[in-house]
């Protein structure tokens, strides 16, 4: 299987099967597609590799056990990435080790220098309105979430009007 076939639908579909939480859940699918489509606005912005961005959405919160604090979702979330890498979907090993480190690391660890990790960390981050939390532009990793989180404030986008306002960002 080569990375440019990945059929990420699909992946998200066997992905969404094995959770063990139910949709309505504040990190549910809703949430990994808001991900999504945050990783690619930012990855359209800064050069982050499109491919690894979209694994991470489908992977960061997929191991969570509720919707409480579980510290070591992200790690079970990245092992379940490399338990089906190869399966599901094929990733060299330089990419790989940037999917997991975002996965594992997506709670803990503000920002790493890499654009690709560091827009894996800002794409969950520009979802938090989900939960009632402004996006903090200095809590961003890339020039390109602190530049949409500033724009947000600037404007007074209010937490339930967040993800429509982002949808609709033109860069």
């Not at 969404?16 to 606005?41: C, I, M, P, T």
């Not at 379940?80 to 999917?99: I, P, S, T, V």
């Not at 969950?124 to 939960?131: G, K, T």
């Amino acid at each position: 299987m080569i990375e440019d076939t990945i059929d990420f639908a699909k992946l998200q579909e066997a992905v969404y099967e094995q959770r063990s939480f139910d949709d309505a859940s504040v990190h549910g699918v809703s949430h990994w597609k808001q991900v999504e489509y945050n990783a690619l606005l930012l990855a359209k912005m800064n050069g982050a590799d499109v491919t690894v961005v979209r694994l991470f959405a489908i992977f960061h919160d997929s191991r969570r056990v509720d919707d409480g604090y579980d510290e070591e979702h992200g790690h079970r979330g990245a092992e379940l990435a490399k338990e089906w890498r190869g399966k599901y979907y094929e990733l060299d090993d330089e990419r790989f080790e940037m999917l997991y480190h975002a996965c594992k690391e997506h709670t803990t660890t503000r920002s790493t220098g890499n654009v690709t990790i560091d827009t894996c960390f800002d794409a969950d981050r520009l979802d938090l309105p989900r939960v009632l939390i402004l996006p903090d532009p200095d809590r961003l990793a890339t020039n390109a979430g602190k530049k949409i989180a500033t724009l947000g404030r600037k404007l007074g986008i209010r937490c339930e009007e967040y993800r429509e306002w982002i949808r609709n960002l033109v860069f």
